[in-house]
T-cell receptor, first 112, second 113 residues
Framework: DQQVKQNSPSLSVQEGRISILNCDYT??????FLWYKKYPAEGPTFLIS?????DKNEDGRFTVFLNKSAKHLSLHIVPSQPGDSAVYFC???????????FGTGTSLTVIP | ETGVTQTPRHLVMGMTNKKSLKCEQH?????MYWYKQSAKKPLELMFV???????ENNSVPSRFSPECPNSSHLFLHLHTLQPEDSALYLC????????????FGPGTRLTVT
């Protein structure tokens, strides 16, 4: 059974507006979370991370929010730009030396 | 070359063939990984090598055989594969087998006929 789920396969957003990508997890032992971005014909590239001691981490236009009680995290991109169009994966792990579990990805399209 | 490179980028092989996938990282990392990504499925971790020693083998069939001759190179040897093994195979590396981001190569798109 999947421990990390991204229930929206795709999302379209107008340029300049906010993009919100969601991720849910089932394992309460997960304490470190990553977001990756993937362009076609390229490997995933690291975007932003958050550990369970925080509920928010911000890096420029990207902010990740973590709601531990709901086992939910989200990635906010604001303002969205056409170059943000890609597939976004969330990943979670249960501590040092444990593997990451990935979601199936959400394909974001930012419309100019 | 910088980052993580993988060759070949595309591979078509029959079920009786033997082939190898190659991964090389130029980041000075100590841990390397093989992942499999099938259509509409999440990335699945196959193998982990930390300081050239295999630390994880996630119940991968023996028709996949990894080799890590040094901390910069990782191979995945393939033999007698099945059509359901067709997928994108991604290599990644990280500083160590601890928490932290992994750097991925572009992947090898494998088709088994």
């Amino acid at each position: 059974d999947q421990q990390v789920k991204q229930n929206s396969p795709s999302l379209s957003v107008q340029e300049g507006r906010i993009s919100i990508l969601n991720c849910d997890y089932t394992n309460s032992m997960f304490d470190y979370f990553l977001w990756y971005k993937k362009y076609p014909a390229e490997g995933p590239t690291f975007l932003i991370s958050i550990s369970s001691i925080k509920d928010k981490n911000e890096d420029g236009r990207f902010t990740v929010f973590l709601n531990k009680s709901a086992k939910h995290l989200s990635l906010h991109i604001v303002p969205s730009q056409p170059g943000d169009s890609a597939v976004y994966f969330c990943a979670a792990s249960a501590g040092t030396g444990n593997q990451f579990y990935f979601g199936t990805g959400t394909s974001l399209t930012v419309i100019p | 070359e910088t980052g993580v490179t993988q060759t070949p980028r595309h591979l078509v092989m029959g079920m009786t063939n033997k082939k190898s996938l190659k991964c090389e990282q130029h980041l000075g990392h100590n841990a390397m990984y093989w992942y499999k990504q099938s259509a509409k499925k999440p990335l699945e971790l196959m193998f982990v090598y930390n300081f050239k020693e295999q630390t994880e083998n996630n119940s991968v069939p023996s028709r996949f055989s990894p080799e890590c001759p040094n901390s910069s190179h990782l191979f995945l040897h393939l033999h007698t594969l099945q059509p359901e093994d067709s997928a994108l195979y991604l290599c990644a590396s990280s500083q160590d087998w601890v928490q932290g981001e992994q750097y991925f190569g572009p992947g090898t798109r494998l088709t088994v006929t």
